[in-house]
């Protein structure tokens, strides 16, 4: 007799098809969700691409959709559980930079693809241990929220004003100077902010107009293409008036000497720079007022810095 089992009868074979139909088809479902990995640095499926390959370097991690799609994407980074934030990602497979900003250790990213109204699913998700040399690398590079290149025009025009200046506090002044008096304040764009807005940074110079986000980002942009750290910090901040405070966006930076210089260590009196909020200076003028105002740390809650 032939010890090899043999299915006898129609209907078990059927079973058999329908059994390993459902298997394969949930291995598919599967394998479109989990990553490709390359070397712990390089995730990607049919979706959506995560690199890391810079990110002990850089500081940030570069994202991108493999495939064009009109649905909303999210990236959703997160350490630990004390930080969090979620960004978008266009759909047309542009890479974006999203900052590792939260020191060294672990980090888990998610990118999430709309899958209805409101309802996200899990694209792609990784893992990251980061190791920066330099804690400091991630505030002196591009990302989504400070964009900029070698070519971007604010990257040239940094370079034109801080030329023939030998300290680093003198091109840090150059160029608040110029933030502070080619930009005003873009009270139509403040009043109905598109959603997920995002600075362009050329955009808002040859505009000479901007809110305080755009303000934020063409100062980094121009601090960081000159070698010198520079945070875009978002948060809450007192009305001058005595109002509900205001969600508002300014900067900090760091000098080699002297460390980062944050908002209540900072003053200005028009001759002599040594803080920075360029929305509110640029549109006051740094009157007294303003100076005293901006000088106060206790006005300003950070919540995020980029």
């Given amino acids: 007799?032939?010890?090899?089992?043999?299915?006898?009868?129609?209907?078990?074979?059927?079973?058999?098809?329908?059994?390993?139909?459902?298997?394969?088809?949930?291995?598919?479902?599967?394998?479109?969700?989990?990553?490709?990995?390359?070397?712990?640095?390089?995730?990607?499926?049919?979706?959506?691409?995560?690199?890391?390959?810079?990110?002990?370097?850089?500081?940030?991690?570069?994202?991108?959709a493999v495939e064009?799609?009109?649905k909303k994407i999210k990236v959703e980074i997160t350490k630990g559980d004390k930080y969090k934030y979620t960004y978008d990602l266009n759909g047309e497979g542009k890479v974006e930079s999203y900052p590792l900003q939260w020191d060294n250790g672990e980090y888990?990213?998610?990118?999430?693809?709309?899958?209805?109204?409101?309802?996200?699913?899990?694209?792609?998700?990784?893992?990251?241990?980061?190791?920066?040399k330099d804690k400091n690398a991630v505030y002196m590079n591009p990302n989504q929220l400070v964009?900029?290149?070698?070519?971007s025009k604010i990257v040239k025009k940094a370079a034109e004003l801080v030329k023939g200046l030998e300290t680093e506090i003198e091109k840090v002044e150059a160029m608040y100077t110029?933030?502070?008096?080619?930009?005003?304040?873009?009270?139509?764009?403040?009043?109905?902010?598109?959603?997920?807005?995002?600075?362009?940074?050329?955009?808002?110079v040859d505009a000479k107009k901007g809110i305080c986000f755009d303000y934020a980002a063409v100062f980094a942009?121009?601090?960081?293409?000159q070698g010198i750290p520079a945070k875009l910090v978002m948060g809450w901040v007192k009305a001058?008036?005595?109002?509900?405070?205001?969600?508002?966006?300014?900067?900090?930076?760091?000098?080699?000497?002297?460390?980062?210089?944050?908002?209540?260590?900072?003053?200005?009196?028009g001759k002599k720079f040594e803080r920075v909020d360029p929305t509110f200076d640029s549109n006051n003028k740094s009157s007294k007022g303003a100076i005293k105002f901006i000088g106060d740390g206790s006005n300003y809650s950070a919540s995020y810095d980029f």
């Fill in 1 to 64: 007799m032939n010890k090899t089992y043999n299915l006898k009868t129609e209907k078990n074979k059927r079973a058999v098809r329908y059994i390993i139909a459902s298997v394969l088809a949930v291995m598919i479902i599967i394998s479109s969700a989990l990553a490709v990995q390359a070397a712990d640095t390089v995730f990607e499926n049919t979706k959506v691409k995560i690199d890391f390959t810079d990110s002990n370097k850089t500081g940030t991690v570069k994202i991108n």
């Fill in 68 to 70: 064009k799609t009109d």
């Fill in 108 to 132: 888990n990213v998610r990118v999430m693809i709309e899958s209805k109204p409101k309802a996200y699913s899990v694209g792609l998700a990784a893992k990251f241990t980061l190791d920066l």
């Fill in 147 to 151: 964009n900029y290149s070698k070519d």
């Fill in 178 to 204: 110029f933030v502070i008096e080619s930009l005003s304040y873009d009270t139509k764009l403040a009043s109905n902010p598109p959603a997920g807005y995002v600075p362009d940074i050329d955009k808002v």
């Fill in 221 to 225: 942009a121009m601090l960081r293409s």
């Fill in 240 to 269: 001058p008036n005595g109002g509900d405070p205001v969600y508002h966006a300014w900067n900090e930076f760091y000098l080699k000497d002297k460390g980062w210089f944050k908002i209540n260590e900072m003053k200005f009196d």
